[in-house]
């Protein structure tokens, strides 16, 4: 990518940089970290949206608070089926996912 000023780097040369080209281990390692920190964040302020606490929404899916908490600060992998039970059944919502090659 084309820096726009010597003196700014873009966050894709950051990347880059840090964590290495796209395909190598670090940076596929660092891209699977990084969205599971952003879907952590989606639930959290979903959740928040729907003025519902970790426990209530964890009653409603039918899991733990534990559980809610862990996902919301991207300590806990979590399956696409419990994702998708905590936002269509916990959150009334709907999980759109999409594959990009």
Not at 30 to 46: D, P, Q, S
Not at 64 to 70: G, L, N, P, Q, R
């Amino acid at each position: 990518m084309k820096k726009v000023n010597d003196d700014i780097t873009t966050f894709d040369e950051l990347k880059n940089k840090e964590f290495g080209l796209i395909g190598t281990p670090e940076r596929d390692q660092y891209e699977r970290e990084a969205e599971a920190f952003i879907i952590g964040v989606m639930l959290k302020e979903a959740r928040i949206a729907k003025g519902l606490t970790q426990e209530q929404l964890a009653q409603k899916a039918g899991t733990t608070k534990a559980y809610i908490s862990k996902i919301e600060n991207n300590l806990k992998d979590v399956r696409i089926s419990t994702l998708k039970n905590i936002i269509e059944v916990g959150l009334n919502g709907h999980l759109n996912l999409s594959i990009r090659l």
